[in-house]
């Protein structure tokens, strides 16, 4: 399937991140995203639930 082009706009801050993990990894920042929202697919179709809304849980540990 031929990939499709988009603009996605990012908080300073965060942009900043995703690009610094991506140096360091020799990736490109698309990689990364793709891979991100891949990974965030995965996973809510797995626990078949989605609430944009409601607040993150937090870590258990």
């Given at each position: 399937?031929?990939?499709i082009?988009?603009t996605?706009?990012?908080p300073?801050e965060q942009?900043?991140?995703l690009?610094?993990?991506?140096?360091q990894?020799?990736l490109?920042?698309a990689?990364i995203?793709?891979?991100?929202?891949n990974?965030?697919?995965?996973?809510?179709?797995?626990r078949g639930?989605?609430h944009?809304?409601?607040?993150?849980?937090?870590?258990q540990?």
């Amino acid at each position: 399937m031929k990939a499709i082009r988009t603009t996605i706009s990012f908080p300073p801050e965060q942009l900043q991140r995703l690009q610094e993990m991506a140096d360091q990894h020799g990736l490109s920042l698309a990689w990364i995203v793709r891979q991100a929202v891949n990974e965030f697919l995965e996973r809510t179709e797995k626990r078949g639930d989605f609430h944009p809304l409601a607040t993150p849980e937090k870590d258990q540990g």
